[in-house]
Nanobody
Framework: QLQLVESGGGLVQPGGSLRLSCVASGFTLDYSAIGWFRQAPGKEREGVSCISSSGGSTKYADSVKGRFTISRDNAKNTVYLQMNSLKPEDTAVYYC????????????????????WGQGTQVTVSS
């Protein structure tokens, strides 16, 4: 069974940090571009950050540049999103997605690539 499972979400105060993980089972992430996306209540899902299959190319939304870092460990079939200096506006359900084949980080970020999706993990930033 092909599956992506996110974890690491939770409640954190403004200025705090969280690290999200996305683990794949049933398939390898080695050849997939991976993206983190988020959807806040009443808003459309948006791209947060993406990383190429090699890890050599990354892309970030302007709203998270300098605060979030995406990385991958192909040996563990896992992708991470380190989130620092969190703000209340970062509150959302965060999803990871893995492309079904080769694609660019730009296409992945714009949700133009066919992908497998996880179920999401809630991140709430509040005092």
């Amino acid at each position: 069974q092909l599956q992506l499972v996110e974890s690491g979400g939770g409640l954190v105060q403004p200025g705090g940090s969280l690290r999200l993980s996305c683990v794949a089972s049933g398939f390898t992430l080695d050849y997939s571009a991976i993206g983190w996306f988020r959807q806040a209540p009443g808003k459309e899902r948006e791209g947060v950050s993406c990383i190429s299959s090699s890890g050599g190319s990354t892309k970030y939304a302007d709203s998270v540049k300098g605060r979030f870092t995406i990385s991958r460990d192909n040996a563990k079939n896992t992708v991470y999103l380190q989130m620092n200096s969190l703000k209340p506006e970062d509150t959302a359900v965060y999803y990871c997605a893995a492309s079904r084949g080769f694609t660019t980080v730009a296409a992945m970020m714009e949700q133009r690539a066919s992908a497998y999706w996880g179920q999401g993990t809630q991140v709430t930033v509040s005092s």
